[in-house]
Every structure is written in structure tokens, then in C-alpha cells.
């Protein structure tokens, strides 16, 4: 099929001027916006048309962080009411016994899950690798689901023994890391608009990588033009981590060894300072804000307006799926939006007189979701509706019990239950249709990956 016609869509194109069309729908040609605008503007036909009567269309979801092999270690009791080290502590022995056919299958489970929830582009990050498990693993199974990835090669050099966090049993050496990395960049990453597989590399944390491997990271990221991830600031007993460990705070110990750029994003980044903000502002520096999880670990609440005014860029990720413990990224979207209000909330919000001082609106959650997504990935051809972008989108019925009454079709998504999407197209192919995977059988997902889920505990 090298056309494809949608219309009669309500559609947010979520392009400069968040064009919002109430009869409106999509030419797309080999896997491409080539028109987007009212019915009466677009062609009448097509090698295959999409009749969206009903339906709110959006640009896809882009997740900037996330860990897919996590979705085999979801509510763990032990690992349910714990602070992020404490749960860290409890999963790490459970993770050391994952396979390589366990990485594949919670790829599966991870992209399945979120392509039911509107998602077409996701970052990933794999940071432990144990019985000869590989990124290729992930990248394979990824293939098979046809979603666009960012799978970032990430790494644990620093055990207990040193002074980390993680056993020595799940961290390796960083020759074998750095060697990895280069292999995986020359092997699969690719850098062309359209590209459905780009290569990120990403120690994981403060507390579980030496400095030295930080920089050699960036020094090889940078040879090759791949972006950089870790996450950082995400708790509190981490900036006493940076603070003891290196004499500088998580912010200041990326200025150190090298961690500030255009090419570099983080993941939570909620405890940080108005100074260090700027530091993110002026270097270019995304952020992945991940609601859920900081809510369910209790880490705190990201200052994500403050970035915003500052000029940051911010993306959502549903991080986990062990600290959320699910990849909808419409619920991260909506998530978002609740959670930035709750911060307004204990900050004065209902006290306060300021006419400027304005609530998170749905559209800005979404526009966070989808070019805000982009632009921390460094993309400029996902994001939204426009011609000459990648044929990335989802659309959701809107004649369903959740959205009676609604009467806002954007903000209904948004606002109401998150729910299950009819379709997700990326690269202008069908993910989801109807309702229901076309690219893998669900049922057997499931099955494959409870079976994994069950053994690893065992
Ligand atoms: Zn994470």
C-alpha cells in the first residue's frame, strides 16, 4: 500500500499553531504526511481509506524514558511500598536471572502496551545485560511490533564493592561496555529523517556508574553523533549520594564529566535548583518527565513549569514498568497534567491573585507527550501532523461510556479515563486497528510473558 487517505477525522495537527480541524483528515504516501487539512482540501481516494467519522485523531505519543524489561517485575509485593533505593535493592537480585529471550518478550509486552495507548516512537533504556543477554534482543522484537525506538545501551559499572548501589553480580566492566556501545552505534543506529532505530547511549545512574565512565561515554557518543541519557536528580537521598560521593550536586557532577548539551536528556530531573534549571536551559539539556513513577516511588514533583518557562525541553515517559507499574502513555499524558496542578496546589494556587499564573492545560500535556517528546530526542520529523513529517498518529473512538458528555474531542482524551486507542499507525502502517494488535498475537504475548514473569521469581 503506498497511499493511504484518512478522513473525517476531528484533528489536532499540534503544529505551531495547534490547528484543530473538526471534519479533517491525512494524505499519506510511502509512510509520509503528504496533505493534511479539511476534508474539502485532501484527495478523494487512495490506494487504502481510513473513515475517522467519530474519532479524535492526534499526532503519536513519543516516550522519552523507559525500562521494557521491567514489565516482567510489576508489583512485586516486596518492591511495593518502597523509596526508589529500597526498591532498587529488592529488584536488582530478580533482574540478574533475566535471558535474552526474557529481553525479547518484555519488548513485546512494553510496545504492545504502549501502542494501545497511542504511543509510536519510545526510548528505551536497557542498563544490565546479565546471561549474555544484548540490546539486539530488545531491537528484534521491536522490529517485530513495528514501533519507531530509541534503545539506548546503557550500563552499571559501579558495585556495592566500590561504593554503588547495585551487587557486583549485575554490573561489567567498562571496557566491555564502551566496546558494546561501539559495536551496537555501527551496527544499528541510524540518523536519517524517517529513521525507525537510533542508538542512545546511557549509563544509568550517579549511584551505579564511575565518573570515568561518564565521560568516555560522551567522548564516544559525541565521535559518532548519538545522544546521551542517565537519569538524574530523581530523588533526594541521590543528591546526598552526589553530594558525599563527588562534592557536587547530581547537576553539577554532569557539568563535570561532560553530561551538559544538546545531545544529552534526562530522566526525572525533579530535584533540582532555580540556578540549576538554567543550566539546563542555556545547554540544551531535555528532561524526561516521568508523573507516574515519581508519584508511586514518592519522589517528588518535577518543576516541569519552571522548565517550560525557562525554555527547556520536556518530554513524558512512563518510565518503569516496575515503578508504575504500566506503558500507557495517554494515562502519562493525562497523569501530567493532574500532577503539575497538585504542585499548584500546595504552592499557593488557591490563594493566589496572579492572572498569569495559569493551570497545565490538556493541550499542553499532549503537546509534552508528542513535540515535546520530539524535540528531548532530538527529532524533527515526529511530533505532529504536518506535510513532509512522518505518518505517525492514533485515533480514539469517541462514542464509548468513558467520554459521554465530553465536550471538549481533544481534551476528552485527556481528561477522561485513559483508555484503550482504536488505531496506532506509525510510518504510515497499522500498529493497532480496531482496537487490536495487527503486527503481533496479543494472547500470546501475554502468555509467553507470564511464563518468563513467573520464572524469574520462582
Ligand atoms: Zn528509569
Excluded at 44 to 60: I, K, M, N, R, S
Excluded at 178 to 200: C, F, N, T, W
Excluded at 365 to 391: F, M, P, Q
Amino acid at each position: 500500500m503506498s497511499t493511504l487517505l484518512v478522513k473525517h477525522a476531528h484533528l489536532l495537527t499540534m503544529d505551531d499553531h495547534q490547528t484543530e480541524l473538526a471534519d479533517g483528515g491525512l494524505f499519506i504516501r510511502r509512510g509520509l504526511i503528504e496533505e493534511v487539512g479539511p476534508m474539502s482540501e485532501l484527495p478523494t481516494t487512495a490506494d487504502e481509506v481510513l473513515d475517522l467519522t467519530g474519532h479524535v485523531l492526534l499526532p503519536g505519543l513519543v516516550n522519552t524514558h523507559h525500562h521494557f524489561y521491567q514489565t516482567l517485575t510489576r508489583a512485586v509485593p516486596a518492591a511495593q511500598d518502597a523509596n526508589l533505593f529500597h526498591w532498587l535493592k529488592t529488584l536488582y537480585p530478580i533482574w540478574a536471572r533475566l535471558r535474552p529471550e526474557d529481553i525479547f518478550i518484555s519488548t513485546s509486552t512494553a510496545l504492545a502496551e504502549l501502542a494501545l495507548s497511542g504511543c509510536t516512537t519510545a526510548a528505551d533504556h536497557l542498563y544490565l545485560y546479565p546471561n549474555g543477554s544484548r540490546l539486539d534482543d530488545e531491537i528484534a522484537a521491536a522490529s517485530e511490533i513495528g514501533l519507531r525506538i530509541h534503545a539506548s545501551r546503557g550500563s552499571m559499572s559501579l558495585g556495592e564493592s566500590k561504593g554503588g548501589l547495585p551487587p557486583d553480580s549485575v554490573v561489567d566492566d567498562e571496557d566491555t561496555i564502551l566496546k558494546d556501545s561501539q559495536r551496537l552505534i555501527e551496527k544499528y543506529h541510524d540518523a536519517s529523517p524517517g529513521s525507525m532505530l537510533q542508538i542512545v547511549l546511557a549509563p544509568c545512574s550517579p549511584f551505579s556508574v564511575t565518573g570515568e565512565l561518564m565521560k568516555e561515554s560522551a567522548k564516544l557518543a559525541r565521535e559518532y553523533g548519538v545522544h546521551l541519557h542517565t537519569h538524574l536528580a530523581e530523588t533526594e537521598d541521590e543528591e546526598q549520594f552526589c553530594l558525599q560521593k563527588f562534592g557536587h550536586r547530581p547537576v553539577g557532577y554532569m557539568q563535570e564529566v561532560d553530561w551538559v548539551g544538546d545531545d544529552v536528556w534526562f530522566a526525572h530531573a525533579v530535584w533540582v535548583n532555580d540556578e540549576e534549571i538554567q543550566v539546563f536551559a542555556k545547554h540544551n539539556c531535555g528532561v524526561a518527565h516521568c508523573p507516574t513513577s515519581n508519584m508511586r516511588l514518592a519522589s517528588g514533583i518535577a518543576p516541569v513549569k519552571q522548565y517550560r518557562q525557562a525554555g527547556v525541553n520536556v518530554g513524558l515517559g512512563v518510565d518503569g514498568s516496575a515503578s508504575n507499574d504500566g506503558s500507557h502513555l495517554l494515562a502519562e499524558v493525562r497523569n501530567a497534567m493532574l500532577l503539575a496542578r497538585v504542585k499548584e496546589g500546595i504552592t499557593g494556587y488557591s490563594l493566589s491573585n496572579d492572572p498569569n499564573r495559569k493551570l497545565m492545560t490538556a493541550c499542553e500535556a499532549l503537546y509534552l507527550g508528542t513535540r515535546g517528546g520530539a524535540a528531548v530526542l532530538g527529532r524533527k520529523d515526529i511530533g505532529s501532523l504536518e506535510n513532509g513529517k512522518c505518518a505517525d498518529f492514533f485515533a480514539v473512538n469517541l462514542n464509548r461510556i468513558e467520554y459521554a458528555g465530553m465536550h471538549d474531542p481533544v481534551s476528552a482524551v485527556v481528561f477522561g479515563q485513559p483508555i484503550r486507542v482504536d488505531y496506532t499507525v506509525v510510518n504510515g502502517k497499522f500498529i493497532v486497528k480496531e482496537g487490536q494488535l495487527v503486527t503481533v498475537d496479543e494472547q500470546k504475548v501475554i502468555e509467553r510473558h507470564n511464563k518468563a514473569a513467573k520464572r524469574l521469581l520462582s
